[in-house]
């Protein structure tokens, strides 16, 4: 015969809006990951990245005229785990972050984040990703029009065993690209045959990762107005007919297969002495083929960028 104090505790079911934690009740509550070796699940070995991926929040960047800018932001922020540890307090990444959100973010602002990652965290290295959409003002080629340009851009930080940071901005920027090909082919045809053939162009895009220099810096409105200096025929914002006319002539004048693009941009690139490494990749979107055209290359920096991109699908979107 069960006795009353054999028979189980029946749990209330109820939500006290009152309770108040105690810093004692709050030391009581377990911790699982820092339970030790014992209750490691799997494999005893170290893990490069951990965290947490796509948390956002409002940001403030400086704008290209110098005013303040608040932009949603999506961050991922991770960390390297010790073989003999079992976890990281996941929610520290985020409260570690939000400290800093009032500041006027830069790479700079990174190397600070950086440092106290490891120091509350425990690890020997740490990383962050700050992806946004930047608005920039465009003039139109002949009318004067101007609308908002986005360019999408990463802040990337990384700190190492050593404390040493590497400050990086991905960069992505539209533009058109007209073949070669099929412009001389098309004046064959008007040439030779009297017969009307348009060249075909398609929106391509390059990515540009650049690693900056320790002590300097380097806005995106510089790494804007490098890829136009390189490219020329950005995607317009705001057209007339004029506007029309006119990209029609700056794609004739500029036509470009995917590895001139790639070319093209390397050789801005190179001349910039805030950028100590770099990558290129460029997506042409093929209107002729049902794929598309690609193109890597980078500086060739020891420890560096290296050619192994494969998310070509990413720049579609």
């Known amino acids: 015969m069960d006795t009353q104090s054999d ?6 079911r109820e939500y006290d809006p009152n309770f108040v934690v105690t810093p004692a009740y709050r030391d009581s509550l377990p911790d699982v990951q820092n339970s030790g070796l014992g209750a490691l699940e799997g494999a005893r070995v170290p893990i490069l990245q951990v965290g947490i991926s796509g948390f956002r929040l409002p940001l403030s960047y400086v704008g290209p005229d110098g005013e303040d800018l608040s932009i949603e932001t999506s961050v991922t922020g991770t960390v390297s785990l010790d073989a003999d540890k079992k976890g990281i307090n996941m929610s520290r990444i985020i409260r570690i972050f939000y400290e800093y959100k009032d500041e006027t973010f830069s790479p700079e602002v990174l190397g600070k984040i950086l440092t106290h990652y490891k120091q509350k965290l425990g690890s020997q290295e740490a990383r962050i990703k700050a992806n946004f959409s930047y608005p ?10 101007q609308g ?22 991905h960069f992505d920027f539209v533009y058109s690209s007209a073949c070669p090909c099929a412009s001389e082919l098309s004046e064959h045809a008007r040439e030779e045959r009297n017969l009307l053939a348009i060249p075909h162009s398609q929106r391509s895009k390059s990515k540009i990762s650049v690693e900056v220099h ?62 100590i490494d770099f990558r290129v990749v460029c997506s ?15 500086r060739g920096v020891d420890g560096g960028f290296r050619a192994e991109f494969d998310d070509f699908s990413h720049l579609n979107t």
């Open 284 to 298: 042409h979107f093929e209107s002729l083929h049902s794929h598309d055209a690609v193109a890597v290359l980078c």
């Open 136 to 145: 920039m003002l465009q003039e139109s080629l002949r009318s004067g029009l």
């Open 214 to 275: 320790p002590d300097k810096e380097i806005s995106l409105l510089d790494l804007r107005d490098l890829c136009i200096n390189a490219l020329s025929t950005e995607t317009q914002v705001m057209v007339r007919r004029e506007d029309e006319q006119a990209f029609a002539e700056l794609n004739g004048a500029k036509v470009k297969f995917v590895e001139d693009a790639a070319r093209l941009l390397y050789a801005q690139l190179i001349e910039e002495g805030r950028i």
């Open 7 to 12: 028979k189980p505790h029946e749990l209330r």
């Open 148 to 169: 908002f340009q986005f360019y999408d851009c990463c802040f990337e930080g990384i700190i190492d065993c050593a404390d040493r940071v590497r400050k990086i901005i």
